[in-house]
């Protein structure tokens, strides 16, 4: 019973990745896309401002918003129901001006609902490849490296899922799923290990909350990061010379004309990078607690423990430096590009390689 | 000064008609030179003296930049530890370190790198750290408390390139209506914004001049009540641990099953006490091992023999009152002032030695290490007196022994199902009388020579329980009695967790508050028009990251004109105007930079 069970777990999540992977390939496409359609765009209104890009581009999409804040602008209102009816009122529309691209955008809005439905099909599936995992082993689903794998990467598309119900955050479809198919394949092929009973050390109750909600601010993070990493580009191309250089140049631009401005996406890093911060906190805190239970102190310096804490003193530095003249923008930014590298590195490396008490892995 | 010169608030708008309190500030003249982004600007100020030096100084290290620099730096300073075996949590790690990497070894630690977090430079770098805060801390309390007595300031002159400027025209033109229809006077309008806002938590001020009535509202004192409680706190949980932590101990003992072990400092096996430690901290208790009971995975095949379950029944007595309870892993037991908790545990094969006359010189129930999960153990035995010579017995314990295609002892399952003891014997000085200190859990062999085991004549002596077997060269006898579990557990006393935890939730607290409340300015101010209308104006400003500002004036706009609706059917003809004809209206709903 256990036994088939796990089976079909696993035969979920090989569906799941499947399913990721065509919302990848629409996602991407959707990418493709806004690049050319910027294109021709480009080509017969000449490059509009950025500005004005941006303005739509933060409008639209919610819905709600454009009512008062357009209401009184006739030239947004004009591109923004142009929009909107390109999308065919699905509250699509990811902002530029000109009723001339109405036929890329309406491709676009197929390529980037086909990525929206698959990744949200793909999420159904991994949510049950993961309560089997959990019914199967008569716990909760995150006790070693593969269980943290598999919740994890479901947290951080729900946590995406989530965020688009307030945000069109759609364009970082592809970061997303993309990272969930790596990390899920990495955890089936390398860190893939049978049920096994939680070993004393694990029974508590702070397994279910500090891992938990580690895993939550891990997807936070991984959200944030996307956006700091658009907002550094973005920023690249706003602050150029005509025509750019290095990834900037690469990108051409084009998909970064599509994109909200850097302070907007700044702004949206930051909203998110603080409640992953809040989570961290959290975490670390919960952490300490169950260390004191489990060992007897609530703080030793255990290498896992230097690494929660230093994730956590690089997010404490990036909100600092959002409010720190000289460092707003850009530098900030790398400081949550680092961080998120520091989560991964402690998830990846840590668990895995360096030495300490934490040895639950599983491995 | 509230906050660091170099804070940068939430962008304000170019415009100069903000109010005092809300813009970057450009620090005092005379006291602080503009510190901005150059933070040179002191050095052209007139000289201050020592005085000005020091205040200079201070500001530099109160200032965000620093707090930023330090805080980055400790991030990086305590990455080294993880690296490197550290004293504190892995000391045979270091010993094991210095092993193998004999150069490399002494000069990490001469920047002691196996002491990352009491090394000089980690604790400089928090302290600097903490002393910032505290410079940080203090000017904006006080600042707080200050602001938090006063009432919103005067309302800007222009409102218009403040957050989601929005207007409302009250009542028709006096062309078209009679003395009668006209609307509601400016201040009753006004009054009903102030009750509005009032009701949504605002502080509330109106003001009058020559041409408008207006009222002031600021909302969100506590997202800086949170900031400021975060930040103490994190002071609160620094001085907890440094200053009470001193006061702790942890010892560790372990104890077999019959055993009793007294909290009394020779009692354990290793111990560390805090600074400032005294032997009157350790509560008078006792703690016997009645049982240890260890449960195994029977059913499931592929994680059979995994630990289910360890418990450790005792028996204690606390001020002579005797007690029975059991201790279990993520389970400690509280007892005095202490907590004891079950970190390790393993089995203790009783083991008499005789003499070729048949006089015991040794018994007792050996503690053997666990080398894998299926508890295959390694003890030693060292017999100093009794016998011809020194005798000591390197020991292999396995719970349930089982032999390899090769010949060779292993252990299949971690309880004792069929235990087997085999040791190998060793004769000649045991190095005790040199002075350095050795380990009951290890063997010097340089001065003795193997009887038994490989390289031997003789093969290992194995026994199962109960068996005896002769000792080579007429030393004598050797019996395994039988074998009992014993349990490691760690005794703590920690006078601060209760004030740490506290300190922390209120970090949790303040940071949830800073983060999340939103700090805002809304303002409305009636105009009265030559004509006999009241312009309406609304407008916010945010303080901080606030996404939901221009929602809020919107928000106040629409409830506010149902409020002046809501009074107009007693005088029907005063109508709300929508401003979308209003020339200033076409800069509604413009953001903010
Ligand atoms: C132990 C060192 C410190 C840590 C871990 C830390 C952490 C944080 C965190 C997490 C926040 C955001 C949450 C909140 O507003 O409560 C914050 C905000 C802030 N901190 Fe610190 N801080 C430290 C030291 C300092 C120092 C030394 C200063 C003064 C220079 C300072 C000034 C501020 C200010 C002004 C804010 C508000 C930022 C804003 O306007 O968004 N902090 N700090």
């Known amino acids: ?363 | 000064m509230s906050r660091p010169s170099d804070h940068f608030d939430s962008p304000t708008p170019a415009e100069t008609s903000i109010p005092a309190g809300f813009e970057n500030k450009p620090g005092k003249p005379g006291r602080r030179g503009k510190q901005g982004t150059g933070g040179d600007g002191d050095i052209t100020q007139p000289r201050l003296g020592l005085v000005g030096y020091l205040r200079w100084f201070w500001r530099q290290l109160s200032s965000m930049r620093t707090a930023l620099f330090l805080l980055l730096m400790l991030a990086l300073a305590a990455v080294p530890g993880s690296l490197v075996p550290q004293r504190s949590s892995d000391p045979n790690g270091v010993t094991q370190y210095f092993v193998d990497n004999k150069t490399l070894a002494p000069i990490l630690d001469s920047f002691q790198l196996f002491s990352v977090y009491t090394s000089i430079w980690f604790s400089s770098i928090y302290l600097l750290l903490f002393i910032s805060l505290i410079g940080c801390v203090i000017p904006r309390t006080k600042h707080h408390l200050d602001a938090l007595r006063t009432p919103p300031p005067k309302t800007p002159a222009r409102l218009a390139r403040l957050g989601g400027f929005t207007t409302r025209t009250v009542g028709e033109p006096a062309s078209t209506a009679d003395a009668a229809s006209r609307p509601a006077s400016s201040a009753a309008v006004i009054e009903s914004a102030r009750k509005l806002l009032k009701k949504s938590g605002y502080r509330v001020a109106t003001f009058t001049d020559a041409n408008s009535v207006s009222v002031s509202a600021e909302r969100g004192y506590a997202r800086e009540t949170g900031n400021l409680v975060f930040h103490i706190g994190l002071v609160g949980i620094l001085l907890t641990v440094g200053i009470g932590g001193g006061f702790g101990y942890a010892g560790q003992r372990v104890v077999v099953e019959g055993q009793t072990f007294v909290n009394t400092l020779l009692a354990y096996d290793s111990f560390n006490p805090g600074r400032f430690f005294t032997d009157s901290a350790l509560a008078p208790f006792t703690i016997k091992l009645d049982r240890f009971q260890a449960t195994y995975e029977t059913q499931a095949t592929r994680s059979f023999g995994m630990p289910l379950d360890y418990e450790a029944s005792v028996s204690t007595t606390e001020g002579g009152v005797p007690n029975a309870s059991t201790i279990k892993v993520n389970d400690p037991l509280s007892i005095g002032n202490s907590s004891i908790y079950l970190l390790g545990n393993g089995y203790a094969p009783t083991i008499t030695v005789k003499d070729p006359t048949g006089n015991v010189v040794f018994t007792d129930s050996v503690p053997f290490l666990p080398q894998d999960a299926n508890l295959t153990s390694l003890g030693v035995v060292k017999i100093t007196d009794g016998l011809a010579s020194q005798l000591g017995l390197i020991g292999f314990f396995y719970p349930t022994q089982d032999k390899t295609a090769s010949g060779m002892s292993i252990s299949t399952y971690p309880d004792a199902q069929y235990p087997v003891l085999s040791l190998n014997v060793y004769q000649g000085s045991l190095g005790l009388d040199t002075g350095i200190p050795t380990s009951v859990y290890s063997l010097n062999v340089d001065s003795m020579k193997k009887l038994t085991g490989i390289q031997t004549d003789l093969p290992s002596i194995e026994l199962k329980p109960g068996e005896s077997a002769q000792l080579p060269n007429g030393l004598g006898s050797v019996t395994f009695d039988n074998v009992k579990r014993f349990a490691s557990f760690d005794v703590h006393h920690d006078p601060t967790s209760g004030w740490v935890l506290f300190f922390a939730i209120a970090v949790m607290g303040g940071l949830l508050t800073s983060l999340f409340i939103p700090r805002r300015r809304l303002w409305v101010k009636a105009l009265e028009q030559d004509d006999g209308t009241i312009v309406l104006e609304y407008a916010g400003l945010a303080r901080g990251d606030d996404p939901k500002l221009e929602d809020a004036v919107t928000d106040l706009t629409t409830r506010h004109s149902a409020a002046i609706a809501a009074v107009a059917p007693a005088n029907p003809q005063a109508t709300l105007g929508d401003s979308s004809t209003n020339p200033v209206g076409a800069l509604s709903g413009t953001k903010n930079p």
């Open chain 1, 1 to 363: 019973m256990t036994q088939a069970l796990e089976q079909y777990s696993v035969i979920l999540i090989y569906s799941a990745m499947a399913v990721y992977a065509l919302a990848f390939i629409g996602f991407a496409l959707d990418l493709a896309k806004r690049s050319s359609a910027v294109k021709s765009e480009n080509m017969a209104a000449g490059s509009g401002s950025s500005a004005g890009v941006a303005f739509v581009g933060q409008n639209t999409g919610s819905g709600r918003s454009s009512a008062t804040a357009l209401a009184e602008r006739p030239t947004a209102v004009d591109a923004a129901t142009a929009t909107a009816a390109a999308a065919k009122g699905t509250g699509v529309g990811t902002g530029r001006g000109g009723a001339s691209a109405s036929d890329e955008s309406g491709q676009r809005s197929m390529t980037l609902r086909l990525g929206v439905t698959m990744t949200v099909l793909a999420f159904v599936l991994q949510l049950g490849a993961v309560v089997l995992r959990g019914i199967a082993a008569g716990r909760v689903p995150w006790a070693n490296m593969y269980e943290f794998s598999i919740t994890g990467s479901l947290l951080i598309v729900a946590v995406f899922l989530v965020i688009l119900l307030r945000e069109d955050l759609r364009f970082l479809g592809t970061f997303i799923t993309g990272l969930v198919l790596v990390l899920l394949g990495i955890s089936t092929v390398n860190y893939y290990v049978a049920i096994s009973p939680l070993p004393p050390a694990l029974q508590s109750v702070w397994l279910v909350i500090h891992v938990f909600v580690a895993s939550l601010g891990t997807a936070f993070f991984a959200m944030g990061f996307a956006l700091s990493t658009a907002q550094l580009l973005q920023n690249r191309r706003e602050t150029g010379v005509e025509g750019g250089r290095g990834l900037a140049r690469f990108l051409n631009f084009r998909l970064l004309k599509t994109l909200p401005d850097s302070v907007r996406l700044e702004n949206l890093a930051y909203r998110i990078n603080i409640v992953g911060f809040a989570f961290w906190t959290f975490t670390l805190m919960a952490g300490a607690v169950w260390a004191e239970r489990a060992w007897g102190r609530y703080w030793g310096w255990d290498t896992k423990e230097v690494w929660t804490f230093i994730i956590w003193t690089i997010y404490a530095g990036y909100i600092h430096a959002r409010a720190t003249k000289g460092w707003r923008g850009s530098r900030s930014a790398w400081l949550a590009i680092i961080g998120f590298a520091a989560v991964l590195f402690n998830f990846g490396v840590v668990n895995i390689f360096f030495k300490g008490l934490h040895t639950y892995s599983g491995l």
